[in-house]
């Protein structure tokens, strides 16, 4: 065998393996992301955002106050300056922070800052936590885009920096799945779905 012909050889080797090996690459794995809202009564939050594709897990908790680990009593003491919340965690290859976002829009009334339904006081009231600046323009990006769509009012939620998650009691998380007599209940009986087709219409 020639030197010219092995040369040759080799470079037509180089040209169709290359793009076999090139396929060959695994596919970038993309972290999980968080997203934290407040909407009100957390075991709905929960039971709504479980339902969206991509979502890994819904935590129950408490967020943006000043008491350090915090218990449910505290919260709805409306003296521990924390919201009942929601941590979704997601996976980014299926969904957006932008998709999350236009479906918190939907599960809650944000033109009411007394509370959220039948529950009333600073600890039901909606916000959303961004944990960096990218989480923040497209949270106000997605509020502009939302109240083009509310039938009337205005929106109120702020759009305030995540502090610490604190997660909730362990009988609050997964209420809705391990209590379903209760958890239906009590939210006919708050006016929850009522009021959402009210302030978005369907």
């Given amino acids: 065998m020639t030197r010219r012909f092995t040369l040759i ?11 076999l090996a090139a396929s060959a690459a695994p596919p970038q794995i993309m972290p999980p992301q968080a997203a934290v809202f407040s909407g009100g009564c957390f075991w709905c939050m929960e039971h709504d955002m479980k339902g969206i594709r991509g979502v890994i897990k819904v935590e129950s908790g408490y967020t943006g106050g000043h008491v350090d680990h915090p218990t449910y009593e505290d919260v709805t003491s409306e003296r521990s300056g924390h919201r009942e919340s929601v941590k979704v965690t ?9 998709f999350i976002l236009s479906r918190y829009w939907k599960l809650i ?5 007394g509370g959220q339904f039948c529950d009333r006081g600073e600890s039901y009231t909606p916000a959303i936590f961004v944990a960096n600046e990218e989480q923040r323009k497209e949270a106000e ?5 939302a109240q083009k769509q509310l039938k009337h009012g205005k929106i109120i939620v702020p759009i305030l920096p995540l502090k610490v998650f604190w997660p909730a009691e362990e009988y609050h998380r997964d209420f809705a799945e391990r ?3 209760h958890y239906d209940a009590y939210r ?12 978005w219409g369907g």
């Fill in 188 to 199: 006919s009986g708050c006016g929850r779905d009522e009021r959402l087709k009210q302030v």
């Fill in 141 to 145: 990006a997605s509020k502009i885009e």
């Fill in 9 to 19: 050889l080799a470079a037509l080797s180089a040209l169709f393996l290359a793009p």
């Fill in 179 to 181: 209590n379903k007599g």
């Fill in 109 to 113: 009334d944000p033109t009411d800052n």
């Fill in 90 to 98: 997601f996976d980014p290859s299926k969904v957006d922070y932008g």
